[in-house]
């Protein structure tokens, strides 16, 4: 988003507070995707005093549309009563690791039990439940320990490898050489040498357990051929 905005801040360093008092108009949206939030967690900290989001669902609790909230905050569970009204809602919540140590390296929203417990509240109260898998990297990222210990209350798996691009594509690489020397060398081939067959082969043993264990899932690894999928594209046309 600094194409866009121009921030000189680092990305993770500065958020734009985008107050609106034009209601939606739902008719736009009647029967189409509405996806929140693609770019900015719409449960950041800056939610609670704000309310921004709140205020949408609560324009939203009865248009018959798609919707789908992605997040990796335990605030979500402050709107459940708005939730649980919704006819046609997903919920998915970021998990990558089971290592907090791991994670507070990675992310500054809520631990990992907490996102586990948030996610287990939404699947008790009826909501369709998305564990979303997000950046798996590869050789930390124990994704078949973190789908066993979760598949009692995850509707749905999504998978998507790790993007590395842009100036943190170096500090992530930086960071995997210094705390991980021992998968270094995997890094290096598949993000600097550009040989993805490791990858592929992950990808591949991902979705052979998933389909011999009947787990629900969705596979967006090697994200730029997601990107160019014409049909990803033509679903593409129907959201918001």
């Known amino acids: 988003m600094k194409r866009f905005t121009n921030h000189p801040e680092q990305w993770g360093e500065f958020i734009d507070i985008k107050l609106c008092s034009k209601k939606i108009d739902t008719k736009k949206i009647e029967g189409k995707n509405v996806f929140m939030s693609s770019v900015t967690d719409c449960y ?3 939610e609670v005093k704000y309310k921004i989001t709140r205020n949408i669902l609560e324009q939203l609790e009865n248009v018959d549309c798609r919707l789908q909230i992605s997040t990796k905050n335990k605030l ?7 939730l649980k009204q919704m006819k046609n809602l997903s919920v998915a919540i970021s998990v990558n690791t089971l290592d907090e140590n791991f994670r507070k390296d990675m992310d500054r929203a809520s631990g990992i039990k907490e996102r586990l417990e948030t996610l287990k509240t939404l699947y008790n109260n009826g909501i369709y439940t998305i564990l979303f898998m997000s950046p798996i990297f590869i050789g930390i990222t124990d994704w078949k320990s973190i789908i066993e210990k979760t598949k009692d209350y995850i509707n749905e798996y999504w998978f998507e490898d790790l993007n590395l691009r842009g100036a943190y594509k170096y500090d992530i690489l930086r960071y995997i050489q210094e705390n991980y020397q021992r998968i270094y060398p995997t890094f290096e081939r598949i993000y600097i040498k550009g040989d993805k067959q490791e990858l592929f082969n992950m990808d591949n043993q991902i979705k052979e357990y ?12 090697h994200h730029e051929d997601v990107i160019s999928n014409r049909e990803n ?5 129907n959201n918001i």
């Open 44 to 46: 950041n900290p800056y």
């Open 233 to 237: 594209k033509k679903l593409g046309k």
């Open 210 to 221: 998933c389909n011999k264990n009947n787990i629900n899932y969705s596979d967006y690894f």
């Open 76 to 82: 979500i569970l402050r709107d459940l009563d708005l």
